[in-house]
T-cell receptor, first 117, second 111 residues
């Protein structure tokens, strides 16, 4: 399978614990995105990497959230001191810059569903 | 007011019907318009991708963008039960990587 993969698919944790999610993008894609999706809503942008550089962060990304993409390959998203409001599906997407510039197509992984008790 | 508005439905149609899904938006900077399909507890799957105004057809799917009205549509012809899913519209600006999604419309196609 050459699509975007995410691990774990499900995570249940207690409030106050730290959690870390992993995303492996499509191998030739240099861009990687993290989104959060709550029930009945569309995905909301969290952050974006081009290669190993984190170029954009949403206001939604509080200081308890940190993302990394060492060596421009896989990425991790860590949430420290989880809160019940962090319960959501965390989606990763990847893309490569198109030859026309400005346009790229994002392909999503299956997501990690986080439940904070 | 949200930047992207999408009627959440639910929408239920008989097999073979033509389905029309729509989104409106307020940000005139949006240039790229996408439709994603999302099955329950899965990640979104890209269906259609268009740049600026116009129509694009791919099999049973047709995407329309009217930038003057800030209105986009997805039409599904000869709908099938396998089309039952949530359909998300998404859009972004030319040099903007912050893609904005609608809330999604839940579609059920009944055999």
């Amino acid at each position: 399978d050459t699509g975007v993969s995410q691990d774990p698919r499900h995570k249940i944790t207690k409030r106050g614990q730290n959690v870390t999610f992993r995303c492996d993008p499509i191998s030739e894609h240099n861009r990687l995105y993290w989104y959060r999706q709550t029930l009945g809503q569309g995905p909301e942008f969290l952050t974006y990497f081009q290669n190993e550089a984190q170029l954009e962060k949403s206001r939604l990304l509080s200081d308890r959230f940190s993302a990394e993409r060492p060596k421009g390959s896989f990425s991790t998203l860590e949430i420290q001191r989880t809160e019940q409001g962090d319960s959501a599906m965390y989606l990763c997407a990847s893309s490569s810059l198109g030859t026309s510039g400005g346009g790229d197509t994002q392909y999503f992984g299956p997501g990690t569903r986080l439940t904070v008790l | 007011q949200k930047e992207v508005e999408q009627d959440p439905g639910p929408l239920s149609v008989p097999e073979g019907a033509i389905v029309s899904l729509n989104c409106t938006y307020s940000n005139s900077a949006f240039q790229y318009f996408m439709w994603y399909r999302q099955y329950s507890r899965k990640g979104p799957e890209l269906l259609m991708y268009t740049y600026s105004s116009g129509n694009k057809e791919d099999g049973r799917f047709t995407a329309q963008v009217d930038k003057s009205s800030k209105y986009i549509s997805l039409f599904i012809r000869d709908s099938q039960p396998s089309d039952s899913a949530t359909y998300l519209c998404a859009m972004r600006g030319y040099n903007n990587n912050d893609m904005r999604f609608g809330a999604g419309t839940r579609l059920t196609v009944k055999p």
